[in-house]
Nanobody, 122 residues
């Protein structure tokens, strides 16, 4: 059972940047889909970006061109670089992993981190 620990959230003004990190307890390349999800108060959890088992990336339309997901396989760490942040990006951000397929089009990942809060003020 993979364990995930996130870090890097915080408060920033609109237009600013943050980088989230998620360190997994075991090697993930070729074994786990990994992704970033977010949930704002009163809203459903939504996919932000996915890193597939072999390094492909998929983004939600709302973050394309602003966010970049990447993974350092040697460090078992997933990143989310968030630029040009908007107030509507305010949410709890979660890292997740799943050994099944497909990696995209689903939110029922098996393993989740504790979440890290991102707050963007206008």
């Amino acid at each position: 059972q993979v364990q995930l620990v996130e870090s890097g959230g915080g408060s920033v003004q609109a237009g600013g940047s943050l980088r989230l990190s998620c360190t997994a307890s075991e090697y993930t390349y070729g074994r786990y889909c990994m992704g970033w999800f977010r949930q704002a108060p009163g809203k459903e959890r939504e996919v932000v970006a996915i890193n597939t088992k072999y390094g492909g990336t998929v983004y939600a339309d709302s973050v394309k061109g602003r966010f970049t997901i990447s993974k350092d396989n040697a460090k078992n760490t997933l990143y989310l670089q968030m630029n040009s942040l908007k107030p509507e990006d305010t949410a709890m951000y979660y890292c997740a992993a799943d050994g099944g397929t497909p990696c995209t089009g689903r939110r029922d990942y098996a393993y989740w981190g504790q979440g890290t809060q991102v707050t963007v003020s206008s």
